[in-house]
């Protein structure tokens, strides 16, 4: 069974940096074509995905946020960091991390999602 | 920049009613397309992928049809369970969402 949990600050101040980790269970980020993304929600929004980072180590940001954002897989491959810099009240959202899967023939998707973690950022 | 645009906001119907729910890509994406649902308080839940495949335990009464640009999500037979928020989601680059469909009793 997969699951996936987020941890890490719920409050912070502008511009300081959020650092993230996802911790995960029932699956290897060492499988061709799983990934860990991130993704998060401000308060009645959809949706907003983030970043991804791939079985391989290769990594993809959202480009109009890539300049502050960092995603990495620990050396043991059993969680996921992601940072945000320079946060601003507009950042505040729930942030969930989930798994990527490759559907071979029809594209990858985010079947598992954790249960998100709400960051409130303060001026 | 790459969007979705998702009609309508909201819709009202009765248990047993069918609903459509369409998505627009504002460019072409094959067949890589996502729906889920959303239920207050929780995570997205992955309902359709592929734009037509049904993933692993979500009920029949889901279909989703499309390519390219347009997209559409049929719930038929809605049951009280269904009443949540709907977002597509495309998956041909950098996974944006519509701005979502939020359906409601009547």
């Known amino acids: 069974q997969i699951t996936l949990k987020e941890s890490g600050p719920t409050l912070l101040k502008s511009t300081q940096t959020l650092t993230l980790t996802c911790n995960f269970s029932?699956?290897?980020?060492?499988?061709?074509?799983?990934?860990v993304g991130w993704i998060r929600q401000s308060p009645g929004r959809a949706p907003e995905w983030l970043a991804v980072?791939?079985?391989?180590?290769?990594?993809r940001y959202l480009p109009s946020l890539h300049h502050r954002l960092t995603i990495m897989m620990d050396s043991s491959k059993d969680h996921v960091v992601f940072r945000m810099t320079n946060m601003d009240p507009v950042d505040t959202a729930t942030y969930y991390c989930?798994?990527?899967?490759?559907?071979?023939?029809?594209?990858?998707?985010?079947?598992?999602w954790g249960q998100g973690i709400l960051v409130t950022v303060s001026s | 920049d790459f969007q979705m645009a998702q009609s309508p906001s909201s819709v009202s119907a009765s248990v047993g009613d069918s609903v459509t729910i369409t998505c627009r890509a504002s460019?072409?994406?094959?067949?890589?397309l996502a729906w889920y649902q959303q239920k207050p308080g929780r995570a997205p839940k992955l309902l359709i992928y592929?734009?037509?495949s049904l993933q692993s335990g979500v009920p029949s009464r889901f279909r989703g049809s499309g390519s390219e640009t347009d997209f559409t999500l049929t719930i038929s037979n809605l049951q009280p369970e269904d009443f949540a928020t709907y977002y597509c989601?495309?998956?041909?680059?950098?996974?944006?969402f519509g701005q979502g469909t939020r359906l409601d009793i009547k």
């Open positions: 980072v791939y079985w391989d180590g290769d990594n």
């Open positions: 592929g734009a037509s």
């Open positions: 989930a798994h990527r899967k490759t559907f071979y023939g029809s594209g990858s998707y985010y079947d598992f």
């Open positions: 029932g699956f290897s980020l060492s499988t061709s074509g799983v990934g």
């Open positions: 989601q495309q998956a041909n680059g950098f996974y944006a």
């Open positions: 460019q072409g994406i094959g067949t890589w």
